[in-house]
């Protein structure tokens, strides 16, 4: 079974607004290891469309630094997951119907594994208990407004710390899985 991993960044207040976070080449280059880590990635409607918009080609559009990251995503195999879009596109596949029994499907099929992000499909994913793991990018500022993640989760989700990595700019890279 294919695991399903999830990554955010998100500040010390629990802030993951993308517009309150600076990548930077190091940033991108871990996003392209997590990537480089499964055979597909799974979006939501509009994650999807933010990251179709900000790295879909013409080529030689994107800063120096986040040139790498965008052939990483520009190639990768989509599934996108919804019920008001009528098509996709850039390497995608719509998911209709039921979100649990398709997500589940695509678990069982062999491979590396899947890998999400953004706010609103993974809590839903969180809900169903089919995210095997969390990694929380923690960048060292306080926002005070914006998103956060998780907001309105109905149970308690015990994880239990798997990795740690420093990054050069003070953000942690921590990621966790639920405990059994």
């Given at each position: ?34 990537i ?12 999807y ?18 040139e ?23 390497n ?34 969180a ?49 966790y899985?639920?405990?059994?």
């Amino acid at each position: 079974m294919r695991p399903l991993r999830y990554s955010i960044n998100i500040t010390l207040d629990g802030c993951c607004d993308h517009r309150a976070v600076s990548g930077g080449e190091e940033l991108h280059r871990h996003a392209i290891r997590n990537i480089e880590q499964a055979d597909a990635l799974l979006f939501g409607r509009v994650i999807y469309g933010m990251m179709e918009d900000a790295f879909r080609p013409p080529a030689g559009t994107q800063p120096d630094e986040m040139e790498p990251f965008a052939r990483t995503i520009d190639a990768a195999r989509k599934y996108v997951v919804s019920s008001t879009l009528e098509s996709v596109g850039w390497n995608a596949e719509l998911v209709r119907g039921d979100m649990a029994t398709a997500v589940r499907r695509l678990k069982q099929e062999p491979g590396k594994g899947l890998f999400t992000g953004g706010v609103k499909l993974p809590l839903a994913l969180a809900e169903l208990g089919l995210i095997d793991e969390y990694e929380f990018i923690v960048h060292p500022w306080l926002i005070g407004h914006g998103p956060s993640v998780f907001a309105g989760l109905s149970k308690h989700i015990e994880l239990k710390l798997v990795d740690r990595h420093e990054l050069g700019s003070g953000a942690v890279a921590l990621r966790y899985q639920p405990k059994a």
